[in-house]
């Protein structure tokens, strides 16, 4: 991430567990924010916006599922990815983490310390970052890009006539800055 430290934010009641994983991702060169519970966390994400969230589930005043419905609902929030550590692994919650939109389900009591940083860390390394959205030719600028990047107006593949995607790679978390261009989702062909 461009030599910048990632910034987790931990959010766990259990005080032993919530400073032995600040331990582990400030060795891990991590810039680490934490809390004691979702209020808390919802507060601090909100001022700081860390990259990811490591939050676990039952907490005092807000536990970790309410703190992410909580995240969502704000622009500057929605998307900070969260991670959810559970004690016990139960199937209802692991589908309620999914439902919400949870990065990764971590089961503590099989899940080693060490592995718990590589799979947070392996969030960073997905794709690079990469979206794929829709681009709608009618809608405000379209037809301006369309004639200075000499596109056909309605944005459909040269080769295969397909309509073509906005392609956004995130270069820099922090600073929310995406390369961009526009590829065929069925040929592949990249707008050069």
Same mark, same amino acid.
């Given at each position: 991430?461009? %030599?910048?430290?990632?910034?987790?934010?931990?959010?766990?009641? +259990?005080?032993?567990? @919530?400073?032995?994983?600040?331990? #582990?991702f400030k060795n891990a060169n991590y810039e680490v924010?934490?809390?004691?519970?979702?209020?808390?966390?919802?507060?601090?994400?909100?001022?700081?916006?860390?990259?990811?969230?490591?939050?676990?589930?039952?907490?005092?005043?807000?536990?970790?599922?309410?703190?992410?419905?909580?995240?969502?609902?704000?622009?500057?929030?929605?998307?900070?990815?969260?991670?959810?550590?559970?004690?016990?692994?139960?199937?209802? %919650?692991?589908?309620r983490a999914n439902a919400l939109g949870a990065k +990764?389900?971590?089961? @503590?009591?099989?899940?080693?310390? #060490?592995?718990?940083?590589?799979?947070?860390?392996?969030?960073?390394?997905?794709?690079?970052?990469?979206?794929?959205l829709e681009f709608n030719p009618e809608k405000l600028?379209?037809?301006?890009?369309?004639?200075?990047?000499?596109?056909?107006?309605?944005?459909?593949?040269?080769?295969?006539?397909?309509?073509?995607?906005?392609?956004?790679?995130?270069?820099?978390?922090?600073?929310?800055?995406?390369?961009?261009?526009?590829?065929?989702?069925?040929?592949?062909?990249?707008?050069?």
């Open positions: 991430m461009n %030599d910048k430290k990632i910034k987790i934010l931990i959010v766990d009641d +259990d005080v032993a567990l @919530r400073e032995l994983y600040v331990e #582990i924010l934490e809390a004691g519970d979702g209020v808390d966390g919802l507060d601090i994400a909100s001022k700081n916006m860390p990259n990811v969230i490591f939050t676990g589930i039952v907490m005092p005043r807000m536990d970790g599922f309410a703190m992410m419905e909580a995240l969502k609902k704000t622009v500057m929030t929605a998307n900070i990815p969260v991670v959810i550590s559970s004690h016990m692994g139960r199937e209802e %919650d692991q589908q +990764d389900f971590i089961i @503590r009591d099989i899940t080693r310390p #060490i592995e718990v940083v590589e799979r947070i860390g392996s969030i960073f390394a997905q794709s690079g970052g990469e979206y794929k600028d379209a037809k301006k890009i369309a004639k200075e990047l000499n596109f056909q107006e309605n944005f459909l593949c040269l080769d295969c006539n397909e309509q073509l995607v906005l392609n956004m790679k995130l270069t820099n978390a922090q600073e929310r800055i995406f390369e961009t261009r526009f590829v065929c989702p069925k040929c592949g062909w990249v707008a050069k």
